[in-house]
């Protein structure tokens, strides 16, 4: 099981380099980060070997997008593209807490040559949505889920899914081990520091 450090400045970039092993997820406040610190960090680890993971948001408390929100998205995934990021994390819903396809087509659109990872926002989806849900994400080639609660259901819904990986997100590097210890995962997103 790898850490993967969710960082949020350039400060932590060089620590966050030091103990990752392959990749590093950058946030402002599970909101999209400014584009100048998207590509410094993007230099630096590519210039360690390292990849990039970028998250997507235009409000941490949501992911019910308007037309004016979905545009905003839509162009910090092409100044990612661009900067040569290597994955995106976004997710978008419906008000009745359906995947938000319409939105998502866009996002995917400005995603070409990234690896695309659904957010947290998955568990938002009702237990008996998700078969089909997923169905759609694994048919528009997602990655795999980030998320932080029902673990264990994920991951037990995974496997009829095998290109979607389940990536955990905790809030601090303890609760990272002990979710290892819990379910089989090859990569955790934690915080650099608890």
């Known amino acids: ?73 839509e162009d910090d995934l092409f100044q990612c593209q661009e900067l040569g990021v290597d994955g995106v994390i976004f997710g978008a819903l419906t008000q009745e807490n359906q995947l938000d396809q319409e939105a998502l087509e866009v996002f995917l659109g400005a995603s070409a040559g990234m690896e695309t990872f659904f957010s947290p926002t998955f568990t938002k989806l009702p237990p008996s949505e998700w078969p089909s849900a997923l169905q759609w994400l694994d048919e528009h080639q997602f990655r795999g889920i980030v998320a932080a609660d029902h673990l264990t259901e994920l991951q037990e819904a995974l496997p009829a899914f095998p290109s979607l990986q389940l990536v955990p997100l905790t809030e601090t590097t303890a609760a990272a081990q002990a979710v290892a210890t819990t379910i089989d995962v090859s990569t955790i997103i934690a915080p650099l520091v608890d």
């Open 1 to 73: 099981m790898q850490i993967e450090p969710l960082i949020s400045t350039f400060h932590e970039v060089h620590t966050a380099s030091e103990k990752a092993l392959v990749r590093v997820a950058l946030a402002n406040h599970y909101q999209t980060p400014s584009r100048g610190l998207i590509a410094a960090t993007t230099t630096y680890l590519h210039e360690h070997q390292q990849s990039l993971d970028v998250w997507i948001s235009a409000d941490s408390k949501t992911s019910t997008w308007n037309d004016a929100e979905i545009n905003l998205m």
